[in-house]
């Protein structure tokens, strides 16, 4: 148990930050302008702290119960039945994430970069990576987070900086927007961006301090939150709202407009690629990890790994199943409102009754 009681509060920042941070990154501005026009930034501010809302709620109930998995005390709080079935939906809320990523993932590849490459094999590609990978223990999978996290936020901030010489300030006033009415909805759609801190529920067991995991999840929240408002901010000030309405991928687009000084490189939006590349990576990393984690833990197996490769065909299967790059949008929406009930009030109502049932795990 104590070796794998040893994953420290950086490496579970470093876990959840390049868990949220992925294949969303890219149509980011873009769901915030459809939101709020100029007040974009602030839509993002505020869906990011409805996402902390239930991150507190996971992190809350995951230092009540240090030792056990969010299977087991869900369990234990709500009865063995109940329990379950929260846990059969969370595992199928994230199996249909990571077939939706691995996608997503696909359609940017074959539309950007691999334009003559079948679709199915970038998707197949992509799952393969993540099954293999997700064979290792949970020190690994925290040591593969920490070592890519400096390659997805250095770059990713770089590239924010240099766009700003573009920007003007006037495109991201009013602060508020000129359509207020979007802007409940766009916290809501926002917020869904950064359903990637549910990987804290499956780290805090592995944590060799739990009592500290809110300092993790406190800083995890804090660092992505202000990338996405930079990324946001940087996009609608150089485009402006009704351009950036326009674009697909705005994010990409920016690169594509931002130069290092001198034209060393003209275009950043190559090395944008490489890092979201690294970003879909551990994104879906994260999701395929916890699938196969969730389902061992309700079944009570020893082990994971023998999971990682029984469930791609069917995550393949799924990934395939959207018609189009619209349809897939409109899943993928669909899904990630489905998923707050997951993420925020499922663990929102399970620290409740815990309150009041006065139940707690032991302590280490």
């Known amino acids: 148990m104590n070796e794998q009681r040893q994953i420290t509060v950086t490496q579970a920042a470093a876990v959840t930050i390049s868990t949220i941070v992925g294949v969303s990154v890219l ?10 026009d100029a007040g974009a930034p602030l839509v993002t501010f505020l869906g990011m702290l409805l996402a902390f809302v239930g991150l507190f709620f996971m992190t809350r109930l995951g230092m009540r119960f240090p030792n056990d998995s969010y299977i087991e005390y869900s369990e234990i709080i709500i009865g063995k039945w109940l329990g379950r079935i929260g846990g059969l939906l969370s595992i199928a809320f994230f199996a249909v994430l990571s077939s939706l990523v691995a996608r997503e993932f696909g359609e940017v590849v074959v539309t950007a970069v691999l334009k003559n490459t079948p679709l199915e094999v970038t998707v197949l590609v992509m799952l393969l990576l993540a099954a293999f990978s997700s064979r290792r223990n949970i020190m690994t999978f925290a040591y593969i987070h920490l070592f890519y996290s400096p390659f997805i936020l250095i770059p990713a901030l770089l590239i924010v900086a240099l766009s700003l010489k573009n920007a003007e300030i006037v495109n991201v006033l009013p602060v508020m927007g000129n359509e207020i009415r979007g802007i409940p909805a766009g916290i809501i759609t926002l917020s869904t961006m950064f359903q990637g801190y549910f990987i804290m529920m499956m780290v805090i067991p592995a944590m ?28 609608v000030s150089v485009f402006g709202a ?23 490189l003209e275009r ?50 799924l990934a395939m199943l959207p018609q189009s790059l619209i349809h897939l949008n409109e899943v993928n929406s669909v899904i990630s409102k489905f998923g707050l009930l997951i993420t925020i009030v499922y663990p929102g109502v399970l620290l409740i009754i815990a309150k009041l049932r006065k139940k707690r795990g032991k302590s280490k």
């Open 27 to 36: 149509a980011l501005p873009l769901a915030a302008v459809k939101a709020a």
């Open 208 to 235: 060799c301090k739990p009592e500290r995991a809110m300092r993790s999840s406190i800083w995890a929240m804090l660092i992505t939150g202000v990338l996405y408002i930079l990324i946001v901010s940087a996009t």
């Open 242 to 264: 009704e351009e950036t309405k326009k674009l697909l991928w705005p994010t990409l687009e920016l690169a594509k407009a931002t130069s290092l000084p001198a034209n060393v």
């Open 268 to 317: 950043l939006d190559a090395v944008f690629l490489a890092v979201w590349v690294t970003a879909v990576f551990t994104s879906l990393f994260s999701c395929y990890y916890f699938t196969i984690y969730s389902i061992s833990k309700l079944f009570r197996l020893a082990d994971h790994g023998m999971l990682s490769f029984f469930i791609l065909p069917f995550l393949f299967v």
